[in-house]
């Protein structure tokens, strides 16, 4: 079992930033992938930004140039630097982390952080 505590979220004008923070505890040493999603109301959850063990990344078209994905293997956390924020980054952002391990594959999910960016 994997657990994922988010923080950071908030509420800021358009044009500012927030830092979203993950932290990941449990059965860590078998995370490969870890990542944000976000869902606002009304769409389906979609991708903002992944980071591989090795730190390879990458970003949803909507985000490149202004969100900055990180990851602390040592630590188990992975951090998301979004700047430039507009209305339509608004939305509930959740860490994500996949576990690869005796032949499974397996999605974790933190709870979720709100995030709401006013015009």
């Known amino acids: 079992q994997v657990q994922l505590v988010e923080s950071g979220g908030g509420l800021v004008q358009a044009g500012g930033s927030l830092r979203l923070s993950c932290a990941a505890s449990?059965?860590?040493?078998?995370?490969?992938?870890m990542g944000w999603y976000r869902q606002a109301p009304g769409k389906q959850r979609e991708l903002v930004a992944t980071?591989?063990?090795?730190?390879?990344?990458n970003y949803a078209d909507s985000v490149k140039g202004r969100f900055t994905i990180s990851r602390d293997n040592a630590k188990n956390t992975v951090d998301l630097q979004m700047n430039s924020l507009r209305f339509e980054d608004t939305a509930v952002y959740y860490c994500?982390?996949?576990?690869?391990?005796?032949?499974?594959?397996?999605?974790?999910w933190g709870q979720g952080t709100q995030v709401t960016v006013s015009s």
């Open positions: 994500n982390a996949v576990w690869n391990a005796y032949g499974l594959k397996i999605d974790y």
């Open positions: 449990g059965s860590t040493f078998n995370i490969n992938a």
């Open positions: 980071i591989s063990s090795s730190g390879t990344t």
